[in-house]
């Protein structure tokens, strides 16, 4: 019970279930389940973006494991840990915890757990903005699956490979190696998406529909305004990003399907042969109304944020009555991230409102 309501967003009764287990268990002296009950409370109060509380559970789970010599446990519980400091953008704690799980997973042997363990230090590095050392880990994660002859999770890596080097490209000045990149990206992407196709793993295959989306969309950096194939490249963006969603509907995946959409509406924004701000907005309103439903806070501000921007471009434009509703975005998004304790999150926010708050002097 406590699992569905922490999927529904329901955390305060997510974790009066989970404590009603732990009393239970601890009733019981029920040692294993009740480092598992702690887990869960980790859990929730994770998915509640109360990290602090989330990495308390974590490691009393941890402690309790190692007493019981349960070190299959203790490594998930490391691995868990480094989840959770990379939610709470504390990129170092949670690299440090990822490598303790590592060595211990590469002590038990455990190959498939090893893969993953590379996976999640290259999720680190990108989330941290290191796109060449994630490029190496994926790459790692990546042999290591392909050994173990796992279509499925090498089809993942191969799609988490493309869309790191679309990020290393939208981040490189030099347009030969912009390029390269983004050729590597689509090589590896239509590798996913031929072993989805033949596996029928529909859910990677959504993933890997909205990723080739964006590959597109950064392909239109690269073309001079007079380039004949823009147009190409814009209806093949909106052909594979529908497809994708079309699957996460089909799959129910509402949130993830928000989640991806972000992206896209941020495309509509930012990249000028497809700028369509009323587009951008549609998709990002779409987005904001599901994450406050299922109460999804950082998802919710980083959409607060995208809106903010749209309105901010458009106070550029000398758009009328713009600067109050981008104000309120912006505000909002910043008190979701100073109540999640996500500092640079929110550095980011000030600064775009110290922009918004030039652009009116200017106008005055």
């Keep these: 019970m406590g699992d ?48 602090g509380q989330a990495v308390n559970y974590h490691q009393q789970s941890r402690e309790l494991y190692q007493q019981l010599g349960k070190d299959n446990n203790v490594a998930n519980i490391w691995d868990r840990l480094a989840y959770c400091y990379l939610k709470w953008e504390k990129y170092d704690q949670a690299m440090e915890c990822q490598q303790e ?29 290191s796109y060449q050392l994630a490029i190496n880990a994926y790459q ?59 596996g029928e793993y529909k859910e990677n295959l959504a993933y890997d529909y909205t990723t080739i989306a964006l590959l597109y969309s950064e392909n239109l950096h690269l073309l001079p305004n007079e380039d004949t194939s823009i147009r190409e490249n814009i209806a093949l963006f909106e052909e594979y990003y529908h497809k994708g969603f079309t699957y996460l509907d089909e799959l129910g995946q509402t949130v993830n399907k928000a989640d991806e959409a972000l992206d896209i509406a941020r495309a509509y924004l930012e990249i000028e042969p497809l700028e369509n701000l ?22 919710e501000a980083s ?38 304790d996500l500092e640079e999150k929110a550095v980011e926010v000030e600064q775009l409102i110290k922009i918004l708050s030039q652009d009116e002097r200017k106008n005055l």
């Design 4 to 51: 569905c309501y922490r999927e529904w967003g329901k955390y305060g009764q997510a974790s009066e279930c989970a404590n009603q287990n732990l009393a239970i268990r601890q009733q019981l002296d029920d040692q294993v389940n009740i480092a598992d009950a702690y887990f869960q409370l980790g859990w929730i109060y994770q998915s509640w973006g109360k990290y």
């Design 101 to 129: 799980c590592l060595r211990i997973r590469k002590i038990l042997n455990n190959q498939p757990e090893i893969a993953d363990a590379y996976f999640w230090i290259g999720c680190i590095y990108q989330d941290s903005k």
């Design 140 to 198: 790692e994660s990546l042999t290591f699956h392909q050994q173990l002859g796992q279509d499925k999770s090498i089809a993942k890596r191969y799609r988490q490979l493309a869309y790191c080097q679309c990020l290393l490209a939208k981040n490189t000045p030099n347009s030969t190696e912009i390029s390269n990149l983004l050729a590597q990206a689509e090589e590896n992407i239509r590798q996913a998406i031929e072993i989805n196709t033949t």
């Design 278 to 299: 009323n587009r951008s907005e549609e998709i990002a309103q779409e987005c904001l109304q599901v994450f406050r439903e299922y109460n999804r806070r950082k998802l």
């Design 303 to 340: 959409a607060c944020k995208l809106l903010g921007q749209i309105y901010l471009k458009r106070t550029q434009q000398n758009q009328p009555g713009m600067e109050t509703i981008a104000n309120q975005f912006l505000g909002d998004s910043l008190q979701i991230y100073r109540d999640l």
